[in-house]
Protein backbone atom coordinates (compact mmCIF):
# COMPACT_ATOMS: atom_id res chain seq x y z
CA UNK A 1 0.00 0.00 0.00
CA UNK A 2 0.99 3.58 -0.60
CA UNK A 3 0.66 6.22 2.06
CA UNK A 4 -1.79 9.03 1.15
CA UNK A 5 -0.97 12.64 1.90
CA UNK A 6 -2.61 13.61 4.49
CA UNK A 7 -2.76 17.65 4.81
CA UNK A 8 -5.06 19.75 7.11
CA UNK A 9 -4.79 23.63 8.30
CA UNK A 10 -6.93 25.42 10.30
CA UNK A 11 -8.73 28.38 8.36
CA UNK A 12 -10.15 31.91 10.22
CA UNK A 13 -13.54 30.93 8.47
CA UNK A 14 -17.05 29.28 9.66
CA UNK A 15 -17.19 25.66 7.81
CA UNK A 16 -19.81 26.61 5.36
CA UNK A 17 -17.78 29.79 3.82
CA UNK A 18 -14.57 27.21 3.84
CA UNK A 19 -16.30 24.68 2.03
CA UNK A 20 -17.27 26.63 -0.31
CA UNK A 21 -13.83 28.55 -1.08
CA UNK A 22 -13.14 25.15 -1.78
CA UNK A 23 -14.79 24.27 -3.88
CA UNK A 24 -17.02 26.51 -5.89
CA UNK A 25 -14.02 29.06 -5.21
CA UNK A 26 -11.64 26.57 -6.37
CA UNK A 27 -10.51 28.85 -9.52
CA UNK A 28 -10.14 31.94 -6.92
CA UNK A 29 -7.47 30.45 -5.16
CA UNK A 30 -6.07 27.51 -7.36
CA UNK A 31 -2.55 28.53 -9.39
CA UNK A 32 -3.93 27.59 -12.68
CA UNK A 33 -0.73 29.55 -13.99
CA UNK A 34 1.37 27.34 -12.57
CA UNK A 35 -0.75 24.07 -11.52
CA UNK A 36 -3.49 24.12 -14.65
CA UNK A 37 -3.83 22.00 -18.20
CA UNK A 38 -4.01 25.11 -20.72
CA UNK A 39 0.02 24.37 -21.36
CA UNK A 40 -0.95 21.55 -23.02
CA UNK A 41 -2.82 22.98 -25.43
CA UNK A 42 -0.59 25.41 -28.03
CA UNK A 43 -1.39 29.08 -27.15
CA UNK A 44 -4.43 28.63 -25.15
CA UNK A 45 -4.83 30.17 -21.83
CA UNK A 46 -7.62 29.41 -18.95
CA UNK A 47 -10.65 31.36 -19.91
CA UNK A 48 -12.81 30.11 -16.22
CA UNK A 49 -12.46 27.13 -14.20
CA UNK A 50 -15.83 25.16 -13.64
CA UNK A 51 -16.70 22.94 -9.95
CA UNK A 52 -19.96 21.30 -10.49
CA UNK A 53 -21.69 20.81 -7.14
CA UNK A 54 -23.08 17.92 -6.60
CA UNK A 55 -22.54 14.32 -7.03
CA UNK A 56 -21.31 13.42 -10.24
CA UNK A 57 -20.45 17.21 -11.24
CA UNK A 58 -17.13 18.02 -13.03
CA UNK A 59 -14.43 19.98 -12.14
CA UNK A 60 -12.41 21.26 -15.04
CA UNK A 61 -10.96 24.24 -17.28
CA UNK A 62 -12.45 25.69 -19.96
CA UNK A 63 -9.45 26.95 -22.25
CA UNK A 64 -9.65 29.79 -24.67
CA UNK A 65 -9.45 27.31 -28.02
CA UNK A 66 -12.79 26.01 -26.55
CA UNK A 67 -11.67 22.84 -25.03
CA UNK A 68 -12.64 21.54 -21.60
CA UNK A 69 -9.59 19.92 -19.67
CA UNK A 70 -11.32 17.45 -17.21
CA UNK A 71 -9.44 17.52 -13.52
CA UNK A 72 -12.00 14.76 -11.98
CA UNK A 73 -15.32 14.07 -10.81
CA UNK A 74 -17.13 14.67 -7.67
CA UNK A 75 -18.06 11.17 -6.15
CA UNK A 76 -19.42 12.41 -2.63
CA UNK A 77 -21.21 15.57 -1.79
CA UNK A 78 -22.05 16.24 1.55
CA UNK A 79 -21.90 20.47 1.98
CA UNK A 80 -20.42 21.65 4.16
CA UNK A 81 -18.80 19.10 6.06
CA UNK A 82 -17.01 16.71 2.75
CA UNK A 83 -16.59 16.45 -0.62
CA UNK A 84 -14.45 13.46 -2.28
CA UNK A 85 -13.44 13.59 -6.01
CA UNK A 86 -12.26 11.33 -8.62
CA UNK A 87 -9.33 13.32 -9.04
CA UNK A 88 -7.43 13.13 -12.64
CA UNK A 89 -6.09 16.74 -13.93
CA UNK A 90 -4.37 15.18 -17.10
CA UNK A 91 -4.60 14.21 -20.26
CA UNK A 92 -3.38 11.22 -20.10
CA UNK A 93 -6.03 8.02 -19.84
CA UNK A 94 -5.35 6.76 -16.63
CA UNK A 95 -7.44 5.41 -13.47
CA UNK A 96 -8.50 8.31 -11.04
CA UNK A 97 -6.51 8.90 -7.23
CA UNK A 98 -8.65 9.91 -4.28
CA UNK A 99 -9.06 13.23 -2.79
CA UNK A 100 -11.63 13.57 0.41
CA UNK A 101 -11.64 17.08 1.72
CA UNK A 102 -13.38 17.40 5.30
CA UNK A 103 -14.41 20.75 6.92
CA UNK A 104 -15.01 20.88 11.05
CA UNK A 105 -16.23 23.85 12.84
CA UNK A 106 -13.59 24.45 15.82
CA UNK A 107 -15.07 27.61 17.35
CA UNK A 108 -17.37 30.16 15.25
CA UNK A 109 -15.43 31.18 12.87
CA UNK A 110 -12.65 28.63 12.97
CA UNK A 111 -12.44 25.81 10.78
CA UNK A 112 -10.64 22.54 10.60
CA UNK A 113 -10.05 21.62 6.77
CA UNK A 114 -8.27 18.08 6.46
CA UNK A 115 -7.12 17.06 2.96
CA UNK A 116 -6.30 13.08 2.00
CA UNK A 117 -5.46 12.22 -1.48
CA UNK A 118 -5.36 8.61 -1.62
CA UNK A 119 -5.36 5.35 -3.98
CA UNK A 120 -1.98 5.61 -5.45
CA UNK A 121 -2.56 1.73 -6.22
CA UNK A 122 -4.40 2.40 -9.19
CA UNK A 123 -1.80 4.25 -10.97
CA UNK A 124 0.49 0.87 -10.37
CA UNK A 125 2.87 0.54 -7.53
CA UNK A 126 5.63 2.30 -9.46
CA UNK A 127 3.74 4.45 -11.40
CA UNK A 128 1.66 5.28 -8.25
CA UNK A 129 4.83 6.12 -6.02
CA UNK A 130 6.23 8.61 -8.27
CA UNK A 131 3.15 10.77 -8.78
CA UNK A 132 2.42 10.71 -5.22
CA UNK A 133 6.26 11.61 -4.71
CA UNK A 134 4.99 14.74 -7.12
CA UNK A 135 2.03 15.64 -5.25
CA UNK A 136 3.15 15.95 -1.94
CA UNK A 137 4.76 19.43 -2.31
CA UNK A 138 2.39 20.58 -5.09
CA UNK A 139 -0.38 19.90 -2.04
CA UNK A 140 1.54 21.87 0.22
CA UNK A 141 1.66 24.59 -1.93
CA UNK A 142 -1.60 24.53 -3.54
CA UNK A 143 -3.54 23.45 0.13
CA UNK A 144 -1.42 25.06 2.71
CA UNK A 145 -0.41 27.59 0.96
CA UNK A 146 -2.80 29.25 -1.46
CA UNK A 147 -5.52 27.47 -0.31
CA UNK A 148 -5.09 28.63 3.58
CA UNK A 149 -4.37 32.27 2.25
CA UNK A 150 -7.39 33.02 0.26
CA UNK A 151 -8.69 31.26 3.39
CA UNK A 152 -7.49 34.04 5.78
CA UNK A 153 -8.56 36.65 3.98
Do not use: C
Request: overall charge negative; hydrophobic content about 35%.
Amino acid sequence: MIEPIRRSITVPRRRDEAFRLFTSGMGTWWPLETHGRADEFDGAKTERFEFEEREGGRIYEVLTNGVEADWGVVTAWDPPDRVVIDWSPSPEDRPYTEVEVTFTQLAEHTTRVDLTHRDWERLGEQAGAIARQQYEPGWTYVFDERYGQAAAR
